[in-house]
């Protein structure tokens, strides 16, 4: 595994847009300058790479996530909780990156489905910085 820094991260996610309140999470984490683009590893959190231009989020915890977004597009992915797993697909409206050696910024906007039914309109955004 290549070379990595220490850096800290200000995770914010919120649910149907204007109308839901951002949640914010501070973590530490390690950040990754890969061939293609970028992996940051937050140890019993998630896992996020910014590689050719889709995002994929790997998120640990009592609900898990495993999805990819690709800007202007559908993706599938799962969701996992304690009852168990649950296909998903997310459509990816909004995907900006600003990244460096030193971390960055990522934010991307969202809508997820289950089954054709609609589960809610989300945005992440994140803040890399180098410790």
Do not use: N
Not at 22 to 45: I, N, S
Not at 69 to 85: H, K, Y
Not at 87 to 98: D, N, Q, R
């Amino acid at each position: 595994m290549p070379d990595y820094k220490r850096v800290s991260v200000l995770f914010r996610s919120r649910q149907d847009g204007d109308a839901g309140a951002w949640t914010e999470e501070r973590l530490a984490g390690q950040w990754f300058k890969m061939a293609t683009g970028w992996v940051l590893r937050c140890p019993d959190a998630m896992t996020v790479s910014v590689l050719k231009g889709d995002v994929r989020v790997v998120r640990q915890g009592e609900v898990g996530v495993e999805q990819t977004f690709r800007l202007g597009a559908s993706t599938p992915g799962a969701v996992r909780l304690p009852q168990g797993s649950m296909a998903v697909e997310a459509f990816t409206h909004e995907l900006s990156a600003a990244l460096t050696d030193a971390g960055g910024t990522l934010f991307w906007r969202y809508e997820m489905r289950s089954d054709d039914q609609e589960m809610g309109r989300f945005e992440i955004g994140l803040d890399i910085r180098e410790e």
